[in-house]
Every structure is written in C-alpha cells, then in structure tokens.
C-alpha cells in the first residue's frame, strides 16, 4: 500500500468516526508504544484500526526516498496555478488530521487533498535547500506569502522537555490547535489554496516522561506534507 492511501484512510477514518484532536494525538502517542492503559473517548476497535494503520505509515515511509524535489515541482506549480499559498515550518500528523477534518466539516469531502511527501532528514535546511534558499523566510518570500513558524517554536522551546503524558498532550491541544484553527479557518476562506511545511514532530520518551522533537531517529518527522484546499468544488 502507498504511503498517500494508507495517510488518507487514517485521516478519513478518525474524521468519520469524529476523533477529536486530543485523541488523535493520544492516538498518535499510542502507534509509538506509549499509553497502552491510557483510556480514549473511542470504541477499543476504532482506538487498535487507527493505531495499527498509522503504525503501519511508519514503516512505510522509512522505507521511502526523499521526495521534496518532486515536492518543490508541485508547489511551484500550485502557486503559479493561484492557489494560496501557506508555508509553515513544521506541521504534525495531529495537526495534518485537524485541517483536514475541518476543511472536509466546512466544504465538503472533495475540497481536500493530502499529498505526502518525504523529508528524510527532517529538517528545515534540506527542504529550503531545495528551494535554493538560504532561509524558510526566503522561500516564504519565493511564494509569495509569510512562513508560519508557531508549531516549530513550540516544539523547541516548550514541548522539548520531558513533561507527563497527560501534559504533553494538554499542552499540545492548547499551543498547537489554537494556531491550526486559524490556519486551517484562513485557508478556508481564501478558497482555493496550498497549506505547505517543511517536517512533522516526532514524540520520544525518557524515563517515562515524553517530549517533541525533529530530527534524530526520524519518524513521522519525515513527512512534508501538501495540503490542497479547494472549497469551490
């Protein structure tokens, strides 16, 4: 199975069985190992689907090549095509699965495309490397719009520090889902329009205490993800 199919059946069917953003990420959290006790507001049969599906994404895209070339080519054609662009450095699985849910809430299944693209590295100098770019600011400026940098701050100065579980993911849904609101909402109303980043996060654990990150030992840090929003279909 493609990674791109394998990616749309996870985000369709946590959408179509209305998994909210903190249980995403709960559910996020569980597809690394973590939480096997921690209770869901989800039938155990949706909970172990959803699960296995995205565990299943990490094995695949550790097998993928780096694709921000292919990447780079589509972007560009989107924005000369008019599409909107949104460039944001660094953008979750979570988050990928809120845009997606509301854009599909506000217009509809076929108003949304997720394409996914591999950053092996999983970091930002290889995908402004790239654009030829000495800086995301400058590719922001390539595109014509402003770089989005909130989640990538977050990751590195607040949820980069061992916390509880219950705190991570508290703190996730009140610094990541507030901004993705506004992103996904902006995107929206311009109608026809590309969100666009650079990397995902990855979750890791020590001593039982869990914190974000990019980088080493990459997993869902290795996705770029494309997000095409089209609510006049």
């Given at each position: 199975?493609?990674?791109?199919?394998?990616?749309?059946?996870?985000?369709?069917?946590?959408?179509?069985?209305?998994?909210?953003?903190?249980?995403?990420?709960?559910?996020?959290?569980?597809?690394?190992?973590?939480?096997?006790?921690?209770?869901?507001?989800?039938?155990?049969?949706?909970?172990?689907?959803?699960?296995?599906?995205?565990?299943?994404?990490?094995?695949?895209?550790?097998?993928?090549?780096?694709?921000?070339?292919?990447?780079?080519?589509?972007?560009?054609?989107l924005s000369n095509q008019?599409?909107?662009?949104?460039?944001?450095?660094?953008?979750?699985?979570?988050?990928?699965?809120?845009?997606?849910?509301?854009?599909?809430?506000?217009?509809g299944i076929l108003s949304?495309?997720?394409?996914?693209?591999?950053?092996?590295?999983?970091?930002?100098?290889?995908?402004?490397?790239?654009?030829?770019?000495?800086?995301?600011?400058?590719?922001?400026?390539?595109?014509?719009?402003?770089?989005?940098?909130?989640?990538?701050?977050?990751?590195?100065?607040?949820?980069?520090?061992?916390?509880?579980?219950?705190?991570?993911?508290?703190?996730?849904?009140?610094?990541?889902?507030?901004?993705?609101?506004?992103?996904?909402?902006?995107?929206?109303?311009?109608?026809?329009?590309?969100?666009?980043?650079?990397?995902?996060?990855?979750?890791?654990?020590?001593?039982?205490?869990?914190?974000?990150?990019?980088?080493?030992?990459?997993?869902?840090?290795?996705?770029?993800?494309?997000?095409?929003?089209?609510?006049?279909?």
């Open positions: 199975m493609k990674a791109k199919t394998l990616l749309s059946e996870i985000l369709e069917d946590s959408r179509s069985y209305e998994v909210s953003y903190t249980d995403f990420f709960l559910l996020f959290m569980r597809a690394y190992g973590y939480l096997h006790n921690e209770s869901l507001m989800l039938h155990r049969d949706v909970v172990d689907n959803i699960t296995a599906k995205i565990k299943k994404l990490a094995k695949i895209i550790a097998k993928l090549p780096d694709t921000l070339n292919i990447l780079k080519s589509h972007v560009l054609r008019g599409l909107q662009p949104f460039l944001v450095d660094c953008l979750g699985l979570p988050e990928i699965y809120e845009i997606y849910r509301q854009v599909v809430k506000r217009c949304v495309v997720v394409e996914l693209y591999v950053n092996t590295k999983a970091l930002t100098y290889r995908f402004r490397g790239v654009f030829e770019e000495p800086s995301m600011v400058e590719v922001a400026k390539l595109l014509g719009t402003s770089l989005y940098k909130h989640i990538d701050t977050v990751v590195h100065h607040e949820l980069g520090k061992p916390v509880e579980s219950y705190t991570l993911v508290k703190l996730a849904e009140t610094r990541f889902k507030i901004f993705v609101d506004e992103l996904a909402r902006d995107a929206i109303n311009k109608r026809y329009a590309f969100i666009v980043a650079d990397h995902g996060y990855d979750i890791y654990c020590e001593n039982h205490r869990y914190y974000l990150g990019h980088g080493r030992d990459a997993k869902f840090a290795k996705i770029a993800p494309l997000i095409i929003v089209n609510c006049n279909v």
